[in-house]
């Protein structure tokens, strides 16, 4: 697990992304994205986004963690049981195309 320093989303290829997953909409909103490896980064990178009022999706403050495969599935598996909102939404997604399962 790392930290990408000076992340930016615009810099994530569209085919790269593997699943994604986000709160419903209000005055506080959540996202994650999770993308699989491109050669900036490493094997896969959890994007996290967020942003409050009434500022729209390219106002979201992203941040992003770069995990190796065995870790991401640790991190989703542990979601599935004391995640919150959009942490538990995207763990179906992003199991089964990780070819992982719950169990």
Do not use: N, Q
Request: glycine share 6%; net charge negative; hydrophobic share 40%.
């Amino acid at each position: 697990m790392e930290k990408i320093e000076k992340f930016k989303f615009e810099d994530v290829p569209h085919h790269a992304i593997l699943a994604a997953a986000t709160s419903e909409p209000d005055y506080e909103m959540d996202r994650i994205v999770i993308a699989e490896d491109w050669e900036s980064y490493g094997d896969y990178v959890v994007i996290y986004g967020g942003h409050c009022s009434c500022y729209d999706f390219d106002e979201t403050e992203w941040s992003a963690i770069k995990y190796t495969k065995d870790e991401l599935v640790k991190v989703l598996k542990g979601w599935a049981e004391t995640g919150w909102g959009v942490e538990k939404l995207i763990v179906p997604t992003a199991l089964v195309a990780l070819g992982e399962t719950l169990k």
